[in-house]
């Protein structure tokens, strides 16, 4: 089987992987030749997606949909970053606007899956997650583990401080496990 043909047939199966469910995006940004997976511990770039998976939010490129995300993330080995908004938040559009802009912020996203849940479409995770205000950030290990939680509207500086965070988190738990 030829490079090319392997390629475009991994794109097919995480096609099929993450087509299933989800809301509408507002925007998205997608390039169907590139390919889909990367080394473990790469940074992530959701440009490599099929339509309607990725979406733009600021400078930052999210997956649609928690189950989509937490799939990449797991399968990227890659710490999630949870971002759990609704269309009709204005904080939300604040946040996108300001921090999701912010070079500092763009560049540490792209060392996680960066994921948006609406809450429109997807009420039962953020009952799940017992989210109680938007815009809401949580992080969370490769595996789903949870780390750190920001509520509320983030000016960049703090955001890229609590991206730090979670990256450091991480990095400790991995460190723990490689010990054992």
């Not at 991994?10 to 995006?25: D, I, M, P, S």
């Not at 559009?93 to 997807?122: G, H, I, N, P, Y």
Request: glycine share 8%; proline share 4%.
């Amino acid at each position: 089987m030829s490079d090319g043909t392997f390629s475009f047939l991994k794109r097919a199966a995480l096609a099929a992987l993450l087509l299933a469910g989800g809301c509408e995006v507002r925007s998205s940004s997608v390039a169907d030749d590139e390919p889909t997976s990367q080394a473990p511990g790469d940074e992530f770039d959701a440009a490599v997606l099929p339509a309607g998976i990725a979406v733009n939010r600021g400078g930052i490129q999210f997956i649609n949909g928690y189950h989509r995300g937490l799939e990449l993330a797991r399968e990227q080995q890659l710490p999630a970053l949870v971002f759990f908004t609704a269309e009709w938040c204005t904080y939300c559009r604040q946040m996108e606007a300001d921090a999701f802009t912010q070079d500092s912020v763009v560049e540490l996203s792209k060392q996680f899956v960066c994921v948006l849940v609406d809450a429109d479409c997807e009420p039962g995770v953020c009952r799940d997650f017992r989210i109680q205000g938007y815009p809401t950030i949580q992080f969370l290990s490769s595996r789903g583990v949870p780390l750190n939680r920001v509520t509320g509207k983030q000016p960049g500086q703090q955001l890229a401080m609590q991206m730090q965070a979670a990256l450091q988190a991480v990095a400790r738990r991995d460190g723990d496990a490689v010990r054992r």
